[in-house]
């Protein structure tokens, strides 16, 4: 399980910032289908909820997506999906236009998900193995293993061995 923790109450959030959160959902999905052959177990539920969620509101309410309506406004006022006439069932043609828009969001992060597990593999199974022996981790000390120097707890240069790897 991970969680952010955000350093100050804030009014507003960065698209980027919402991105990384549902990165970080998107890991699990990604890790799983990295270490087991591409296979994945029903556990990544609540972060693909999560994910989604956040996608959704990112596309339809915040203006952090690839249209500038807000899918709230169009439905109030049953002005139908953007991007040309109004559609028999617009209510039905407006929900599936966001679907798409939210997958194809979700698709693209979960690529960059897997390109930066990929990339970082042996950080990953280091602060693996610091977590099997430690079973909690400060943010500080999940930066020592990575960088493999002493931390609050965790002296990080024993998960850089190789052999530990």
């Given amino acids: 399980m991970v969680a952010s923790i955000p350093p100050d109450d804030q009014f507003t959030h960065w698209k980027s910032e919402y991105e990384s959160d549902i990165l970080v959902s998107l890991a699990s999905l990604s890790g799983e289908r990295m270490f087991f052959d591409g296979d994945n177990s029903s556990g990544v539920s609540g972060d693909l909820e999560s994910a989604t969620t956040v996608a959704g509101l990112m596309e339809g309410y915040w203006g952090m997506g690839s249209t500038v309506s807000s899918y709230a406004s169009s439905r ?18 407006m929900r599936r236009a966001l679907s798409d828009r939210i ?10 998900s897997e390109s930066l597990l990929r990339d970082n593999r042996r950080e990953i199974l280091a602060v ?9 981790l400060s943010g500080n ?11 609050d707890v965790v002296n990080g240069a024993l998960y850089s061995n190789a052999e530990n790897i």
């Fill in 76 to 93: 109030r006022m049953d002005l139908g999906a953007p991007g040309g006439g109004k559609p028999v069932d617009s209510k039905m043609e």
């Fill in 103 to 112: 997958e194809d969001n979700l698709s693209s992060l979960l690529a960059k």
């Fill in 128 to 136: 693996a193995h610091a977590l099997e022996t430690h079973k909690t």
């Fill in 141 to 151: 000390d999940v930066h020592a293993v990575i960088e493999g120097r002493l931390g």
